[in-house]
């Protein structure tokens, strides 16, 4: 079947999989220990775990005795009605299509068999985070193979990585509009935890329209304990804010860019397009414009845009981004290299917007300390030549190349180290200099090229090869040959 099916199943038997691995290894201690605990089934001693229950007709071996019965797609649906009914967070989110008749219930106890011989639950598995990196891992494959519809749900890893290792969010509300299965979220925390603060710092929230995706998410974020308020309808965030009067410290996301079905014709006088009305036929200014209108007034956002959304003046845009820049919201732009998403080949960018560019650190950093007065700067970031191909088609921003990016946006704030323009790669701009480019954001305007040093014995490597290259062309002619060498000689070259 078609992966966007089978992905489903998939995943929905990996969740079933892991909460039931962690479940049992709590119950086996609980009934070892009848001294202090009595009832291994006592649901207030999960809960108190922070542990989802799973009734015993959902646990893994109850389904795994039953995986060659033809009943057995009814018995997941059932399992995963009872986890439901037992943990109230999950409600409306697990999947529950597996007794469908197209489905192969001879294929599906296969599968299953196949998942209970991975262990993902126990506790050494659950501290290197095993499962999230499995469940990590099948997303990017089947963004990969279902292609431009995939890739709605899903940002590689790298991008999301660059995004929250640039904003920090150690405290406050996170949020993002257009949340996919949760990857900002769940990386969000990654960069808590090892900058050693705690989940509990942060305050999660975010929307979706896609409802098979809202679950995606939301499984995605319970598989880690992640507490947050995931909206879902079918209106998305344009038509129908979830999270209308939020104010949010950091804003993280990668819109649906360049939409032309935003349904911007009926919202023309809303109050959230302060620096101009966004085109109809193009969403990526509505989307700027939202984000800046759920900051704070210390927040940052960072978030992708297609690479028009630097220049374009069609239908006006150009006005708005003239307007944010005046604004002084400009914080930073990168330039990415092209190839890096599965839902698009075009090439896309990464803005930074900062609601107040004085000496405040967003959100308190657990760091503490304050950034420099950056009025009237912005950083430009050229990062096009970039990144590693690890497929014929897909490139990937390595590990360095975060860390190169990061440090040199950190040292520009002020926080660490002594920051320098670097031809070909970064320049602190001001606004006057982005007037004289006629407000156009691209990154290479401002950078510039780089320049290559070239040694003698480079230089000179190189003119006996354009000589060889020379005399095969014109066949030899000693005429020629003698005057190439007396033009070298008589730039201090002896051929």
Not at 135 to 146: K, M, P, R, S, V
Not at 240 to 268: C, E, M, Q, T, Y
Not at 343 to 360: E, Q, R, V
């Amino acid at each position: 079947m078609d992966a966007a099916e089978y992905k489903h199943i998939v995943l929905g038997l990996i969740f079933l999989k892991y909460i039931s691995d962690v479940f049992n290894e709590v119950f086996k201690k609980l009934e070892s220990d009848k001294k202090n605990y009595s009832d291994p089934e006592d649901i207030d001693e999960y809960r108190m775990r922070n542990i989802f229950c799973v009734p015993l007709k959902a646990r893994w071996q109850h389904l795994q005795k039953n995986a060659k019965q033809p009943t057995i797609g009814k018995s997941i649906d059932d399992a995963m009605d009872a986890i439901e009914g037992d943990n109230p967070s999950l409600k409306g989110v697990l999947p529950k299509n597996y007794a469908r008749p197209a489905l192969d219930k001879q294929r599906l106890g296969e599968l299953i068999d196949l998942i209970g011989t991975i262990d993902l639950g126990d506790e050494e598995n659950r501290s290197k985070d095993l499962l999230g990196r499995v469940y990590e891992y099948f997303l990017g494959q089947f963004a990969d193979a279902e292609g431009k519809k995939g890739g709605q749900f899903y940002t590689p890893r790298c991008i999301v990585k660059l995004l929250v290792a640039m904003l920090e969010p150690y405290r406050g509300r996170v949020y993002d509009p257009c949340c996919g299965s949760g990857g900002m979220f769940v990386q969000s925390e990654k960069f808590i935890e090892e900058h050693g603060g705690g989940i509990g710092n942060i305050s999660v929230y975010g929307q979706e329209s896609n409802q098979t995706t809202w679950r995606l998410c939301k499984m995605n974020l319970a598989l880690r304990a992640i507490d947050a308020n995931i909206a879902w309808n079918n209106e998305g965030s344009f038509l129908k804010d979830a999270h209308k009067d939020l104010k949010a410290g950091f804003v993280i996301a990668n819109p649906p860019f360049n939409d032309s079905d935003w349904k911007g014709d009926l919202l023309r006088e809303d109050v959230r397009w302060k620096y101009g009305t966004p085109p109809a036929g193009n969403s990526n200014f509505a989307w700027v414009q939202h984000f800046i209108y759920h900051l704070a007034p210390a927040g940052t956002a960072g978030f992708v845009l297609a690479n028009g959304s630097m220049s374009s003046n069609t239908a006006g845009e150009g006005n708005i981004r003239k307007a944010i820049i005046e604004a002084d919201l400009v914080d930073c732009m990168i330039a990415l290299p092209s190839q890096l998403f599965y839902n698009t080949m075009i090439p896309a960018c990464l803005w930074f917007i900062a609601k107040d560019k004085k000496n405040h650190f967003p959100g308190g950093g657990v760091q503490g300390g304050k950034l420099r007065d950056r009025r009237g700067q912005t950083l430009f970031i050229d990062a096009r030549n970039m990144g590693v191909m690890i497929d014929r088609r897909h490139r990937e921003l390595t590990d360095d190349d975060i860390a190169k990016i990061t440090s040199t946006y950190h040292s520009w704030r002020g926080e660490h180290g002594k920051y320098e323009d670097k031809k070909g790669f970064c320049k602190s701009a001001s606004l006057d200099e982005i007037e004289k480019q006629g407000y156009i954001l691209t990154p290479g305007r401002y950078v510039g090229i780089e320049e290559i040093e070239e040694d003698d014995e480079v230089f000179e490597e190189k003119m006996n090869k354009l000589t060889t290259e020379l005399k095969v062309q014109f066949a030899e002619s000693d005429k020629l040959e003698a005057e190439i060498r007396k033009n070298l000689k008589e730039l201090g070259y002896e051929i």
